[in-house]
Each structure stands twice: as structure tokens, then as C-alpha cells.
């Protein structure tokens, strides 16, 4: 009788095991389609399936279907495309969360055109309220303002214009602002106000324009400053924007230390959906200090989260003409740009952030600044070590230079969108020399055997990874123009533009174990397109929509909600 009872009992654990083991092999979701991998020992298949977050079945879609259970989602994309989740190497999460409450200067054909959307805002505010807008580009203007410096325009129209509100207006590429005459009186800046290093006041016959180059924007802060509170509205904002334009991980270039513990504390609750790569900005010596002496943060909130680089700013903007070049500008022989970052100093940052092996990531846009960054990388590149450094932007080059980054295993964290931008007004700051030579050079690294990861440095340019795949592909303007691209040997192959937004990015951020492919394994993060960006014409790249984003198996944005089951 007892052994009757015993067996009986075992058959019912085994048969409890047997169930159990069956829900744990039933995925949570089916996504069935057309769907690129990204791996080469099998480019494309018709169907994944997800368990807990993850990739578990990679393979056609029979075979997925024989997996489902009960519960499981299954997920038709019919005519769509599904991607890896796109990756976006080089955002400001902050700042696009703040652009969206800005006044939207993108786009103005004008100062008038600019001062008149700042009237417009400053209108439904109570007088002394802080204006802020973003995104003004005085190279893309039809004719330059009245009264302008160097094709700058000064303050005088704009304090005419709005003289009861601080206005605080950041340039399209970050590295300049404008103030009105009621903000620089609040700020104290005047005739004898002295720019920090590293920083212009732009001043015409004695007197403040307004316009504040690089570190001289530090002046500005205290009326751009915000709370942890508005820093976690900040995130929310940028996160929900990313999301909808198919943007699953996004590395934050420069973050902050209230931005820091707003990403912290949201991927603490779990209120983190895209998953954010964040680099600590060195010129926040506070937020730098305690990071170093805290040490790393990896994979944070269910890998929402990681903090293990540190990003310097080593010059300033082609637009601002403060990009640091080894010959003066073509159009202003008068100066070579300027160094934002003691290079001795980034040296001794190195040295002391070894022992954590902290990734370092220095801004550089022009030609000089490179050399100077790897010369300043060159003795800490030599031992083997996985150190993954970065240049952000890398974007104009000294002929020759090209190879170090190979050689030193640098990585170039570049934004073809910024030839589509910049590249009509660029070669008037360089040359066509210049231009021809060392610009834009994404064929030439890849060829060196350089990782080249792509980024749209939003705010600076929309988050918009298509229109990124489009400049990498086309070397074009959104315009089309010119015919055979920009340089068109520099062109990347649609499927090399793929990489540099998925794979490329997931080693720039050592996650290639993670994310840039389906893989079994891999995070079941998912970037689904209304058309093949490989196969479809080139004139219809652009009007490619995203359909879906899923972030760990979990659909985070959908175009049309009725669209999938």
C-alpha cells in the first residue's frame, strides 16, 4: 500500500514537473514576418519566439507555431519588416525632452521668422518668465539679420522684440545660445564680463551681442536650470519620442548629474521603457567626482540602464566655427576654432578611471581636435585592454589620420545626418580640399577596418533614424540633391548603414551579447518598419514608417493600435 502511495505521489510530481516544464517552453510571444537578423548564419527568417524578455526561438515560421501554448501572443507583421531594435549612439536625452517644451526654431527661414515664434510664446507667459527655444541655424537662414556678426545675429531686434521675459535661444548644434538684453541683465553680463576658458562672448564694438560660444554658455545656466522632478519629465518625454520613431536604446552623450539620478531612480521603478546607455559629462565636475568614486552602473532596472562612460568635450561646432582645425577656416582666416578640454587633464581622467575600466568618450569635431584626442588615447591603447574608446562625431579628419582610429581600437561614433545638414554650407567653413579629403569619411574608416557606430545627435538634428539610413546610403540633402551624393565614395551599402545602427552601436557600448541582432539569447527588443529598408527604391527610403517598437518582448509603441492582435 505505501509503495502504491509512493509511486502515486511520484507520478504526480512528475506529471507537476511535466506541466510546468511545458509553460516554461510555451512563449510568451509568436512575432511572425519578414524579419532581418543582422546574424550572418541566418541573415533572415520568418518568425521569433520570446520567453521572459528574450529571444528563444529564432527560425520559420512552422516551427515557431508548434511552440505556441495557450497564452501565447501571436503577432502577424504581414507586409512589414521587422529589424533588430535600432540603436541611436549619440543622443542628448535631456535636451530633446527639453526641446519639446521649447519654442521650435527649426526650420525658421529667418530672424524675423525666429522672432516672431519667440513673441508668440512669450505672449502666454506671465512677464519674467524664462523663454526658451531651440534649434535656430543662422547658415540656413535665406539672408543673414540685420546688423549680424559673422553671419550671428546680435541681441537688439530680439530685446526690442521682447523686452519683459529673460529669452534664452540654444543654437541648432548645442554649442551656442542667444540672450536677450532683459537675460543678460539677470545674468550680470556686460562690457567687462571675462568668457571662461574655452568659451566666447561674442562682443561688437564693446558691447555683448548676446551670442555665447562653447563653455561661455555656462553663463547662462542659472536660467536654464532644473529639478530632479522636471529631470524625470525630461526623460519621459525624450523616451515616449525615441520610442515612436523606432529608437530602442539610445546613448545619452553627455548626461548631467540631475539627469543621472532621474535615470536612476525611473529604472529603479521600473518606469524606464527604453533602455538608456548614459555617459557622464566630465564638465560637471560634481556629477564626474562622486561617478568615480561610486564606479559603474551596469545594467540597471532590468537592463534599462547602464552608466560606465565618460564623455569630454574636446572642441566645439563647424557652425560656430569653434570645431578645432589644424589651418584657420576657408571663410575666416582669423581663427582655427578653439579647445574646449585640457588635454593634459583628459590624460590624467584616463589614468585615474583605468582601474574601472570606464569607457571614455571625447567629442571632436574638427580635424585637429582628432589628432590631439588620439595622440592623447595612443599610450593607453597600446596594452590589449577592451577599452573602447570613442570619438563622437569624428566628422572632419587630417589626411592620414584615419587609421590610428584602427590601429588604436577607437571607435568613431559618427552621424551621417550631419552630412544631409551641413554639407551644403560645410564647405564654405573648410575647403573643398578639406572637404574631399577628411569630411564625413565613413567608407574610408570601414575600409581601415574601424567600427563605426551611427548616431542622429538629437536634438541637435530630429530623431529620425530613416533620414540617418537615407544620408548614410545617399550622401544627399532630405532634398535629394545633389544627384550622386556628396562625395558619393564615401557611401555606405544599405546593409553596412544597418549596421552601424544596430550591431556597431551594441559593441560601441559592449552589448553586442545583448542587442544589434536576433539572436537566441538576445534581448527580444524589435524595430518594425512599413517597408524593406535593403529592397525598396531609393526614393522611397524616406517614407518609411515605423509600425512598431518592442522592447523586451513588450510592444512600446504602436502607429496604429488596431493594426496587431
Not at 504581414?78 to 536625452?93: E, F, K, N, R, S
Request: charged share 20%.
Amino acid at each position: 500500500m505505501q509503495r502504491l502511495q509512493l509511486l502515486a505521489a511520484l507520478l504526480l510530481t512528475a506529471t507537476a514537473l511535466i506541466s510546468c516544464q511545458a509553460k516554461t517552453e510555451s512563449p510568451d510571444t509568436i512575432v511572425l514576418g519578414q524579419l532581418v537578423t543582422l546574424n550572418p548564419e541566418q541573415p533572415q527568417v520568418s518568425a521569433v519566439a520570446i520567453n521572459n524578455g528574450r529571444f528563444s526561438f529564432v527560425g520559420d515560421k512552422a516551427a515557431a507555431l508548434a511552440l505556441r501554448g495557450s497564452n501565447t501572443r501571436v503577432i502577424d507583421l504581414q507586409d512589414a519588416t521587422a529589424y533588430p531594435g535600432l540603436i541611436d549612439a549619440h543622443v542628448h536625452i535631456a535636451s530633446i525632452g527639453s526641446a519639446m517644451r521649447s519654442v521650435d526654431l527649426t526650420g525658421a527661414s529667418s530672424f524675423d521668422e525666429l522672432i516672431d515664434r519667440v513673441v508668440a510664446r512669450a505672449g502666454t507667459l506671465r512677464a519674467g518668465v524664462v523663454v526658451q527655444g531651440r534649434g535656430w541655424h543662422q547658415s540656413k537662414w535665406l539672408n543673414p539679420p540685420a546688423g549680424h556678426v559673422e553671419g550671428f545675429p546680435t541681441h537688439l531686434a530680439l530685446s526690442n522684440a521682447i523686452p519683459n521675459h529673460p529669452v534664452v535661444l540654444e543654437h541648432a548644434n548645442g554649442h551656442s545660445v542667444l540672450l536677450n538684453q532683459r537675460a543678460m541683465e539677470q545674468l550680470g553680463i556686460n562690457a567687462d564680463t571675462i568668457a571662461p576658458e574655452g568659451g566666447v562672448i561674442v562682443m561688437s564694438d564693446g558691447q555683448p551681442t548676446g551670442l555665447l560660444h562653447e563653455t561661455a554658455i555656462d553663463l547662462a545656466a542659472p536660467l536654464q536650470t532644473y529639478d530632479l522632478q522636471t529631470a524625470e519629465e525630461l526623460v519621459e518625454l525624450a523616451q515616449q519620442h525615441l520610442l515612436s520613431e523606432g529608437v530602442t536604446t539610445a546613448h545619452d552623450a553627455g548626461a548631467l548629474q540631475v539627469d543621472l539620478e532621474a535615470q536612476w531612480a525611473m529604472a529603479s521603478r521600473g518606469d524606464l521603457t527604453v533602455r538608456l546607455y548614459s555617459m557622464v559629462y566630465a564638465s560637471d565636475e560634481a556629477a564626474l567626482s562622486q561617478w568615480l568614486a561610486r564606479g559603474p552602473l551596469i545594467n540597471e532596472g532590468a537592463s534599462k540602464l547602464t552608466v560606465r562612460s565618460i564623455k569630454v568635450q574636446a572642441d566645439g561646432a563647424l557652425g560656430s566655427r569653434t570645431a578645432w582645425l589644424h589651418a584657420p577656416y576657408t571663410d575666416a582666416a582669423n581663427t582655427s576654432g578653439v579647445l574646449t578640454y585640457d588635454l593634459d587633464a583628459l590624460s590624467q581622467l584616463i589614468q585615474e578611471s583605468r582601474e574601472d575600466n570606464w569607457q571614455i568618450n571625447v567629442h571632436a569635431i574638427g580635424d585637429r581636435a582628432n589628432s590631439e584626442v588620439l595622440a592623447v588615447f595612443a599610450p593607453f591603447t597600446s596594452t590589449g585592454s577592451d577599452h573602447r574608446f570613442r570619438i563622437e562625431h569624428a566628422q572632419h579628419l587630417r589626411l592620414g589620420d584615419g587609421p590610428l582610429f584602427a590601429e588604436q581600437g577607437v571607435i568613431a561614433s559618427m552621424q551621417p545626418i550631419h552630412l544631409s545638414s551641413d554639407r551644403p554650407w560645410a564647405v564654405d567653413r573648410l575647403g573643398p580640399l578639406r572637404i574631399e579629403e577628411g569630411a564625413y569619411l565613413w567608407r574610408d574608416l570601414l575600409n581601415a577596418g574601424v567600427v563605426v557606430a551611427s548616431g542622429t545627435d538629437a536634438p541637435v538634428e530630429p530623431v529620425n533614424p530613416i533620414a540617418n539610413f537615407y544620408a548614410a546610403v545617399t550622401r544627399k540633402t532630405l532634398k535629394g540633391t545633389p544627384e550622386a551624393g556628396f562625395e558619393p565614395a564615401q557611401k555606405l551599402t544599405r546593409m553596412e548603414a544597418l549596421h552601424a545602427m544596430t550591431l556597431a552601436p551594441a559593441y560601441a557600448a559592449f552589448e553586442e551579447r545583448d542587442k544589434g541582432s536576433i539572436e537566441v539569447g538576445k534581448l527580444a527588443d524589435l524595430t518594425v518598419l512599413s517597408q524593406d529598408l535593403i529592397t525598396i527604391p531609393e526614393t522611397d527610403i524616406l517614407n518609411t514608417e515605423v509600425l512598431l517598437t518592442m522592447v523586451g518582448g513588450e510592444v512600446a509603441y504602436q502607429r496604429d493600435e488596431t493594426a496587431l492582435p
